[in-house]
C-alpha cells in the first residue's frame, strides 16, 4: 500500500486574503482589537538589518518572539521572487519557479502561508504598518535562500543556497469528466549528466501523478453525480523540500473533495540519490542499525503520548516509512487519522541529522 494512492483527511489552512502589499487598514478582527494587537507587536518587535550577497538592504526585517520576518517587499527587490496578485482569489503568490508560496489573511491578524497547496503552520505571516512579512523560516525551507544571523549586530546575512546543478520543472496531467476535474502537478528533472539515473527519476514521479489520476478516475465512476456547483475536486501538487549534495528530496500531496463535511489528503515523500536515480529509505539517512531502531521507536511513541490526539496503536516505524530532507534533517511524518486525530493534522517527526546519522 505504501507506493499507492492512499487518500485520507485534509488538513486545509483556508481564510480570506484583504488588502494588498501596500495596505494601509486594519483586518478587524471579531472583537475589534486588530489595531491595538498591531500596535502592541510594533511595540514588542525589533528592527533588523538585511543583507543580500553582502549588500545592506534599504528595508529593514522585524525580530518578533525569536522569529525574524523580512518584508515581502524585499523578497520581490532583493531576492529576485516575484509577487503576483490574484484579484479574483483575493491572494498574493511568492516565486514563479516549481515551489510558489502564497499568503492568506484570515479575518483576523493572522496569516496563513503555504507552498504549492502544503499548510506550512505557525509562524504565519505578519502584517505590520500595513505591509506583509514572511518568517525567514520559511523562505530557507522552501525558496531557496540561505542566512547567516548576528545576534550582536541584529544582521541576518542572506544567499543563494548552493543546490544541486539540475533543473526542476514543473509537469501537468489533466483529466475532466461530466462530474470532476482531476489535475495534479509533478517534478521533473533535466541537466544531470547522467541520463539512467534522470530517467528513473523522473519515470518514479510521472508513475506517481498517473496513480493518482487513474485512481481519481475510478473514484469518479462510482460516485454518484455531485449537486450544481458542489462538483467533485481532485488537485495534486508537490514540493521541492530539499536539493543538495547529490540528494533530491520531494514531498507530494493529492486532495479530493467527493462531499461531505471535508475533503482528503495524502502525502508522500520521496528522496532520490542523484548519483544513480535510486529511492533512498529512512534508514539510508538516519542510523536504524543496532539499537538506532529501538531508539527512534521510543522517541516517536514518546512524543505521540504527549499529544493528546493520539488515538494509539503505534508499534514501530516501518521500513518503508514516509519521510523527507530539509536542512540538516530528515523529517518522518504519518498520514492524517493514521494515529492522531483529525484536528491534528500529519504528525511529523523533526530527526536532526547530527543527532540521528
Not at 24 to 49: F, L, M, P, R
Not at 176 to 188: C, E, F, L, M, P
Not at 262 to 268: A, C
Request: glycine share 10%; proline share 3%.
Amino acid at each position: 500500500m505504501k507506493r499507492n494512492l492512499r487518500i485520507c483527511a485534509s488538513f486545509i489552512a483556508a481564510g480570506v486574503l484583504i488588502g494588498s502589499l501596500g495596505w494601509t487598514g486594519q483586518v478587524i478582527e471579531a472583537n475589534g482589537s486588530a489595531q491595538a494587537a498591531a500596535a502592541s507587536q510594533k511595540k514588542s518587535s525589533k528592527d533588523v538589518v538585511l543583507k543580500w550577497n553582502g549588500k545592506v538592504l534599504s528595508q529593514k526585517g522585524i525580530l518578533s518572539n525569536g522569529v525574524t520576518y523580512v518584508p515581502a517587499t524585499a523578497v520581490r527587490d532583493a531576492l529576485g521572487l516575484p509577487i503576483k496578485y490574484d484579484a479574483k482569489a483575493r491572494a498574493y503568490t511568492l516565486g514563479d519557479g516549481y515551489n510558489r508560496l502564497k499568503a492568506v489573511v484570515y479575518a483576523s491578524k493572522d496569516i496563513g502561508l503555504s507552498v504549492n497547496g502544503l499548510y506550512i503552520g505557525e509562524p504565519g505571516g505578519q502584517i505590520i504598518d500595513g505591509r506583509l512579512y514572511i518568517p525567514y523560516k520559511v523562505l530557507s525551507d522552501y525558496m531557496g535562500v540561505q542566512g547567516q544571523w548576528n545576534a550582536a549586530q541584529k544582521t541576518l546575512s542572506m544567499v543563494p543556497k548552493k543546490q544541486n546543478a539540475i533543473t526542476i520543472s514543473a509537469k501537468t496531467l489533466k483529466e475532466s469528466t461530466d462530474k470532476a476535474n482531476i489535475q495534479v502537478r509533478y517534478a521533473q528533472i533535466s541537466g544531470l549528466g547522467n541520463d539512467k539515473a534522470q530517467s528513473a527519476i523522473n519515470e518514479t514521479l510521472k508513475q506517481h501523478a498517473e496513480r493518482f489520476i487513474e485512481a481519481a478516475k475510478e473514484q469518479v465512476a462510482e460516485a454518484p453525480s455531485p449537486e450544481p456547483g458542489m462538483e467533485y475536486e481532485f488537485q495534486g501538487d508537490f514540493v521541492v523540500t530539499y536539493n543538495a549534495e547529490g540528494l533530491l528530496s520531494i514531498l507530494t500531496s493529492e486532495y479530493t473533495y467527493t462531499g461531505g463535511a471535508h475533503g482528503m489528503t495524502y502525502r508522500q515523500g520521496y528522496t532520490f540519490s542523484l548519483e544513480d536515480g535510486s529511492l533512498q529509505s529512512l534508514g539510508d539517512v538516519i542510523n536504524l542499525k543496532g539499537d538506532g531502531k529501538k531508539k527512534l521507536n521510543d522517541y516517536v511513541l514518546k512524543k505521540f503520548k504527549a499529544n493528546e490526539g493520539y488515538l494509539g496503536g503505534f508499534e514501530g516505524v516501518s521500513d518503508d516509512a514516509d519521510f523527507y530532507l530539509k536542512d540538516g534533517a530528515a523529517v518522518l511524518f504519518f498520514q492524517l487519522y493514521e494515529y492522531t486525530a483529525y484536528a491534528y493534522g500529519f504528525p511529523e517527526f523533526e530527526l536532526k541529522l547530527k543527532e540521528w546519522k
